[in-house]
């Protein structure tokens, strides 16, 4: 089984910056794509940004320019750098991670980390 755990949520004023981590552990032999998705309130899952583990990365078009998606690989970890903050981006955040175990790939989402932005 494989975990993953967020952290590095928190309440920011509008303008503010936070970074979120995602560490990833148990049974991996590689982890292919990692990603950060959010939920607001009465809102459907949204993608924020993904990275490949070639690091070639990918951003929802709300948050270019403002947020930066990296990795560690060597630490099964995914950091989200949140610059420039805006109420909108007030979410539920969660990470998500393609794991390839040795004989099949699945798809794993850790539980999530509140980031309020206040105006």
């Known amino acids: 089984q494989v975990q993953l755990v967020e952290s590095g949520g928190g309440l920011v004023q509008a303008g503010g910056s936070l970074r979120l981590s995602c560490a990833a552990s148990g049974s991996i032999f590689s982890i292919k794509v990692m990603g950060w998705y959010r939920q607001a309130p009465g809102k459907q899952r949204e993608l924020v940004a993904t990275i490949g583990d070639s690091g070639s990365t990918g951003y929802a078009d709300s948050v270019k320019g403002r947020f930066t998606i990296s990795r560690d690989n060597a630490k099964n970890t995914v950091y989200l750098q949140m610059n420039s903050l805006k109420p909108e981006d007030t979410a539920v955040y969660y990470c998500?991670?393609?794991?390839?175990?040795?004989?099949?790939?699945?798809?794993?989402w850790g539980q999530g980390t509140q980031v309020t932005v206040s105006s």
């Open positions: 998500n991670a393609d794991v390839f175990a040795g004989r099949y790939t699945n798809t794993y």
